[in-house]
């Protein structure tokens, strides 16, 4: 599956932002997907992940009550909503692919798209 994210910006803190991801393939209802962000000099991390229907999500702490991710599998698409948002979740972030479980670490997602930059300022 290939993967494309858009939908990043400059925004104020408080304000929101929804990403998108948009996949090729008709194998795209198989993969639970995840979020993931990249700030400058850390580590990539979790940020949120949806199952292949959509029945179950799940989130890093950081975002919860936040963030909700979302996918519609009739537009191949999974979507990251991000509201009141912080100067800390300034990053690049990614959407990924896998498979498997309900992962929250990047070396279980083989497919990943480009990162799309999400800047807040204050």
């Known amino acids: 599956v290939q993967l494309q994210a858009s939908g990043g910006g400059l925004v104020q803190a408080g304000g929101s932002l929804r990403l998108s991801c948009a996949a090729s393939?008709?194998?795209?209802?198989?993969?639970?997907m995840g979020w993931f962000r990249q700030a400058p000099g850390k580590e990539r991390e979790f940020v949120a992940g949806?199952?292949?229907?959509?029945?179950?999500?799940w989130y890093a702490d950081s975002v919860k009550g936040r963030f909700t991710i979302s996918r519609d599998n009739a537009k191949n698409t999974v979507y990251l909503q991000m509201n009141n948002l912080k100067t800390e979740d300034t990053a690049v972030y990614y959407c990924?692919?896998?498979?498997?479980?309900?992962?929250?670490?990047?070396?279980?997602?083989?497919?990943w798209g480009q990162g799309t930059l999400v800047t807040v300022s204050s």
């Open positions: 990924a692919a896998n498979s498997g479980g309900y992962y929250n670490t990047p070396p279980k997602y083989p497919y």
């Open positions: 393939g008709r194998t795209f209802r198989s993969y639970n």
């Open positions: 949806i199952s292949w229907s959509g029945d179950s999500t």
